[in-house]
């Protein structure tokens, strides 16, 4: 059965405005200027995922919190269950950017990662 989407893609400051036809795992994308665009349209619509930013507490650090990401996108229905785990998360300073927080959030494959380094107080 032919679905039909339009999104606004978020991949470049243009916002193309997409149409996205799929059938199954057949899918076409019109309306982007952009290889990334037809790219966006497709995962928008076969796998959706999203990179994931927030904090988390420090300890012993020279701020309450520290600024982290995940590495990579993840599954978009897991978003809400990887932030409780941010939100339980507490980390011992120093920090470095680029250190894992937390290994393979939520079975995703995935790690969170500083994006600020904290040195202890």
Same mark, same amino acid.
């Given at each position: 059965?032919? %679905?039909?989407?339009?999104?606004?893609?978020?991949?470049c400051p243009i916002g193309c405005a997409l149409t996205v036809t799929a059938d199954g795992d057949n899918v076409a994308v019109s309306g982007n200027t952009c290889l990334r665009g037809a790219e966006?349209? #497709? %995962?928008?619509? +076969?796998?959706?995922? #999203?990179?994931?930013?927030?904090?988390?507490?420090?300890?012993?650090?020279?701020?309450?919190? +520290?600024?982290?990401k995940t590495k990579t996108d993840i599954p978009k229905e897991k978003i809400f269950e990887v932030m409780d785990v941010i939100r339980k998360t507490k980390v011992k300073a120093p920090v470095r950017i680029g250190d894992v927080v937390i290994e393979n959030v939520c079975g995703t494959g995935v790690d969170v990662i500083a994006t600020k380094s904290v040195e202890k107080r």
């Open positions: 059965m032919m %679905k039909e989407y339009e999104l606004t893609c978020i991949q966006y349209g #497709r %995962k928008e619509v +076969l796998h959706p995922s #999203r990179t994931v930013t927030s904090t988390v507490l420090t300890e012993n650090g020279e701020i309450k919190r +520290l600024s982290v």
